[in-house]
Structure formats: C-alpha cells, structure tokens
C-alpha cells in the first residue's frame, strides 16, 4: 500500500472505532444520572402497596411508555425541568439556617410566590387527581402529569436536602470529596449514597435494593409504618409532615461534620445509609397512602 492508502485505512479504522464506541455506549445500560434510581425505588416500593382501585386509576393515567411501571416515569419530572421552567423551584423547600420548616415561612420560589414549593406542589397535584372525576378539571389539567409530578415529588421532599438551607442551595454550593470524587453534598444524598450501597451490597441491582428495603416495612419499622401513613386531620396528603421531618434529618445528618472541601468516606457513608433507607421507605409508603386515599 502506499502512504496514500495507508493513510485511508487508517482514517477507516479510526471511523470505525468511534462507530463501535458509539454502538457499545448505546448497548450498554444506562449509568444513571441518580436521583433516577432513587425516585425508582420510592415508585417501586409505592406501587407494591397500591389498593385495587389504586392500581387501576394508575394504570388509566399512566402514558402507554411507562407499560404500567410506575418505577419508570418517576423521573420524568426531572426531564421536563428545563423545557417546564416554571416547575423547577416545585423540587425543593429554601429554608432558614435554624433547622425548622414553616409552611408559610418558607413555602415559595425566589420572587417570593406562596405556595411554589415541593410542599405547595404535592397539595396541589394531589388536589388535581383528587377532583379527577369532574369532566371541567380533566379538560383543566393534565392529570397524566399530575400524576408523574406527585409520584416525583413525594420522592424530593423525602431526600433531606430538598429541604435545605437557602444559603447553599440545599448542599449544592458545599463541595466535597465522595471517597476520592469530586462531589457537591447535594449530590452525595441525590445520588452517591445509593450508588454506593447498591455496588457494595446488592451486586448493583436496584431491586435488591429494593427488596431489602421492603423486608424492614414489613419487620423492623412494621410498627412505625401506621404512622407514617397518616396524616392529621384526615387529610389526603402531609407534606408539612415530611418537610419538617427533613429539615431536620438534614441537620441531625447530612450537614452534620460537613465543610467545604470533607472527605466523606466509610464513617459517613456507613451512619448515613440507614438514614437514607428509611426516607426511601417513608416515601414509598407515603406516595402510596395518599393514591389509595386519592382513588379509594
Ligand atoms: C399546580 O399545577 C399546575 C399544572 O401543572 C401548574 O401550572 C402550577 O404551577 C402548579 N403550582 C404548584 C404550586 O405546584
Ligand atoms: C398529558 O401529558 C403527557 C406527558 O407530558 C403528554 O404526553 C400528553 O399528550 C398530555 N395529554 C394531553 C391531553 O394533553
Ligand atoms: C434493615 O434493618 C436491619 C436491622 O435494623 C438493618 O441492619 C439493615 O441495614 C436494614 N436494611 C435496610 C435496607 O434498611
Ligand atoms: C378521621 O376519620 C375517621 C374515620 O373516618 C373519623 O372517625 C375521625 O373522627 C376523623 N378525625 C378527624 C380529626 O376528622
């Protein structure tokens, strides 16, 4: 061959690996982007607890994509965030540095509007399925979306940094070392936590995660559960409940030893995780409350 040719074969060999390449990444599962395997554990654990006209108002508003995994289109709020603009301060509570949550404190986006909260956002989705019946509220409102945001944002106020201090953003400016990774602590409870407990405990299978989780609903918490499901006063949802409960699981855990620039590594890793289970139990238990008091 002369240099020419050689030179072809070359750029053909070199075409090809990025082919390859590109088919191999297409192949291969997905490496999620993490709150998607947390949301998919609340969904899951909330599915399995689902009553019989639960389960069929779910599957009536669930888009035919999701083939009737409410697991899968958990995340989807998260998708849409940047193309629904207006939805994105609905995923978290700003509070003050002193550990408490008010609802009407801290309930509302940065110009101030009442309401734009993950708190105000449960009460109004669980508001639109409850009123699903009325012919004028379904022309009014996507109640497929309503779903899908509910089931979303049950997860977010369970993560204890979604209820965070405004000063950092709920973690997002503390940036940190996750083993030897550069991390944000916002992350870490999102997404770092979970990875890791899933590669070093359940072979990387969210469902084995997902079933170690459901053992303790029915043993170790079965006598907490009750509580968790109800709400005072006989209401549909609680929100009030679980960003309180946040706020202060953020204190007591996830800010707690923290400054800019810690290692985190086994001490933390280790004293979190049951923290981290737990709020994925209660979400799960609690998405699934609220549909069953929705759907009857
Ligand atoms: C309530 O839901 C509607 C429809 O998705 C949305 O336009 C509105 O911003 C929501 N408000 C809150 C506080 O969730
Ligand atoms: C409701 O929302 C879903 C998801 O965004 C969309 O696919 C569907 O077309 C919407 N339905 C109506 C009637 O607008
Ligand atoms: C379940 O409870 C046991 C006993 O407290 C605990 O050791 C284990 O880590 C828990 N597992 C999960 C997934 O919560
Ligand atoms: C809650 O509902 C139960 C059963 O329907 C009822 O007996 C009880 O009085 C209600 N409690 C309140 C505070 O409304």
């Given at each position: 061959?002369?240099?020419?040719?050689?030179?072809?074969?070359?750029?053909?060999m070199q075409i090809m690996l990025v082919l390859c390449s590109f088919i191999l990444l297409a192949t291969l599962p997905p490496i999620y982007g993490w709150g998607t395997d947390g949301h998919s554990i609340v969904c899951k654990i909330a599915q399995s607890r689902l009553s019989d006209a639960a389960v069929d108002a779910v599957k009536e508003l669930l888009p035919k994509w999701a083939e009737d995994d409410l697991g899968s289109v958990c995340s989807w709020a998260d998708q849409v965030k940047f193309r629904y603009r207006w939805s994105s301060p609905l995923h978290y509570i700003n509070t003050p540095e002193i550990c408490t949550y008010q609802y009407k404190r801290d309930?509302?986006?940065?110009d101030g509007i009442a309401g734009r909260c993950v708190a105000g956002a449960i009460n109004n989705y669980t508001s639109q399925l409850l009123?699903?019946?009325s012919a004028s509220n379904k022309a009014q409102n996507n109640l497929t979306e309503a779903l899908l945001f509910l089931s979303h944002f049950m997860g977010d106020i369970?993560?204890?940094?979604?209820?965070g201090f405004a000063d950092d953003k709920g973690g997002n400016t503390i940036d940190v070392h996750w083993y030897k990774r550069k991390a944000v602590l916002h992350h870490v409870w999102d997404t770092n936590i979970i990875e890791t407990a899933e590669e070093r405990f359940y072979d990387l299978n969210v469902d084995s995660m997902v079933d170690a989780i459901q053992q303790n609903i029915t043993s170790e918490w079965a006598d907490e559960v009750k509580r968790w499901e109800?709400?005072?006063l006989n209401k549909t949802a609680c929100p009030d409940i679980y960003a309180s409960e946040g706020i202060k699981a953020a204190c007591d855990?996830?800010?707690?030893?923290v400054q800019q620039e810690s290692v985190l590594e086994d001490d933390y890793f280790l004293s979190r995780l049951p923290i981290v289970n737990r709020r994925l139990a209660q979400g799960g238990v609690r998405l699934a409350a609220t549909l069953n008091r929705i759907f009857g």
């Open positions: 061959m002369n240099s020419l040719s050689l030179e072809m074969a070359d750029c053909k309930c509302k986006d940065e009123t699903s019946n369970h993560q204890p940094l979604h209820v109800t709400c005072s855990w996830a800010y707690k030893g």
